[in-house]
């Protein structure tokens, strides 16, 4: 649940820095900017330009060498790794290129898993298998990813991302592994949930199409973003 008013997400002056060969090699070179609730923004930007590692730190799964980041008002920089698990579950939904689904799990159980800390099993899976309706896939509730194609196993990885109700949701390349035609089904997909279920989106993208539909740009290059961003 957010805030009238508040940013949904706010990067503060962000940098990451990696060693390579006894050297600090830097990534992001102090990255800023504010979403406002309900936004979609695209980062756009060629490859290595640093979006997906901007995109790691929004979600939490990696950390800043320096700078803030603040989710909902809340300051995740300064938080420390359980509770940072938590928020990770409860605000910040995250959609890979890659689908990232587990080969063993039907997509009811892919689902769940986010929600294996918290609710009842009972409850995890009436919420699993409510998230699958809202995707389309309430009748591939016992299909594994591998009985899927591409475009229903990037559905089961939106209902997954969603099935905490996040009030983000941060997306890495997400039609990059699909068709024009299944990717163009997805971003649909995306539109309508976002004006259900109202969260803020951050997607990093080479797909024009994801970037015309945004809200807003965010172009990157060699760490640095090339225009003004509030």
Partial sequence: MTHPGRPALEAIDLTRALPLGGESVPILRGVSFTVDS??????TGPSGSGKSTLLGILAGLDSPTS????????????L??????????????????????????????????????GPSRSRARDAAREVLGLVGLSDRLDHRPHQLSGGQQQRVAIARALVTRPSLLIADEPTGNLDSATGAQVLELLEALRRDLRFTVVVA???????????????????????PAR
Wanted: charged share 25%; glycine share 8%.
């Fill in 80 to 117: 420390g790794e359980r509770a940072m698990a938590r928020l990770r579950n409860q605000k910040i939904g995250v959609v890979f290129q890659s689908f990232n689904l587990i080969s063993s799990l039907t997509a009811q159980e892919n689902v769940e898993a986010p929600l294996h800390v």
């Fill in 38 to 43: 309900g936004e979609w923004i695209a980062l």
């Fill in 205 to 227: 993208t080479h797909d024009p199409e994801i970037a015309r539909r945004a809200d807003r740009n965010l172009h990157m290059i060699d760490g640095l973003l090339t225009e």
């Fill in 67 to 78: 700078g803030r980041i603040v989710v909902d008002g809340i300051d995740v920089t300064r």
